[in-house]
């Protein structure tokens, strides 16, 4: 019967040392997979650190010659407006001569269409 018990008192153990394993490979396997999370995350976060500053890089390029067209429509329009009150002063004068010559000067003349009632 010692055989016997101690047979059973061996596959206990064997059965305990089986059970010990299975319990520290699900506790390298649970560690494993945080490992992974953490690395996973990492590489997220360096992934969409990377992608925001091409993004800032290519909003601030953008923006930046935005900026540079608005400068040049400003540019643009300051020069035909120069042009425009450089145009006025010089043809105000005669344009003025002209309206006070056509309404001053005023020829009386009976109009064609006018009959005389006798």
Do not use: W
């Not at 008192?9 to 299975?22: F, N, V």
């Not at 900026?67 to 300051?78: D, G, Y």
């Not at 001053?104 to 009959?115: G, L, M, S």
């Amino acid at each position: 019967m010692t055989s016997q018990s101690q047979g059973i008192h061996q596959l206990l153990q064997a059965e305990k040392r089986a059970k010990d394993k299975l319990e520290e490979a699900k506790k390298r396997k649970a560690k494993r997979l945080r490992q992974a999370k953490e690395e996973a995350m990492a590489e997220i976060d360096q992934y969409r650190m990377q992608r925001d500053q091409e993004f800032r890089q290519k909003h601030a390029k953008i923006m930046g010659s935005q900026s540079n067209i608005s400068e040049e429509i400003e540019a643009q329009t300051l020069e035909k407006i120069k042009e425009l009150n450089g145009s006025y002063n010089k043809s105000m004068e005669s344009v003025i001569n002209q309206l006070l010559s056509i309404v001053c000067d005023v020829k009386p003349e009976i109009h064609a269409n006018y009959r005389i009632a006798n």
